[in-house]
């Protein structure tokens, strides 16, 4: 029983990378990426108590070198965003088919996903929440219920929260701080506290996004 328990374990930690802690995932990229919302900024969060990296041997190590730093930085925004490596190298070759400034498609194409323009809203505290609320179905697009967390939003698109889920008690919670999360929201959107919906009015580009990875970094990576 111990001998299969052990191997669900290894298994697990092998085939199902997104399992693990979005706190090691904070401590793996040096810095905060603000996976769980309002927790990253309490005395709860384990960056805090450990800022270094996870693992047997975290304080050990030398200088990292040019490859090493370039896939940290890639590591680092995909993991911001919550998407899998695939749909990441999907994304970056999407944008180097566009015209215009590489590294502003890219992010583009990752700030519209619907799961990133409800957390851009301040419906939702992370990303990973925003997810969840769109895989369960709380939002419309233009009146059309939408449950696709990776559905790219166009300019003059509406999100809204869908009517059968207004007496919900997260709605409830949400506009006791709706004045708060107004504050956070990027020029451009624009976010009705009053009807509790968003519309897209600009393509957002690289200086209008709060990232902290090195943009240019990732696209040397994938230039290789």
Known sequence: MKKNVFLFVVLKKEFMPNMLSKC???RRAGEKLFLKGERCGSSKCSFGKKPYAPGQHKKKGGPMNEYGKQLLEKQT???????????????????SGKKGKLSDSLMASLELRLDNVIFRLGFADSRTQARQLVSHGFFTVNGKPVNIPSFEAKIGDIVAFKENKTGKKYLELLKENIAKKQK???????????NFLGKVIAIPVEKDIRVSADLQAIIEFYSR
């Open 24 to 26: 090691k995932l904070c």
């Open 184 to 194: 956070g929201v990027p020029a451009w959107i624009e976010m009705d506290p009053k």
């Open 77 to 95: 925004l995909k993991r911001t965003y919550g998407i899998r490596e695939k749909q990441f190298s999907n994304y970056f070759d999407k944008a």
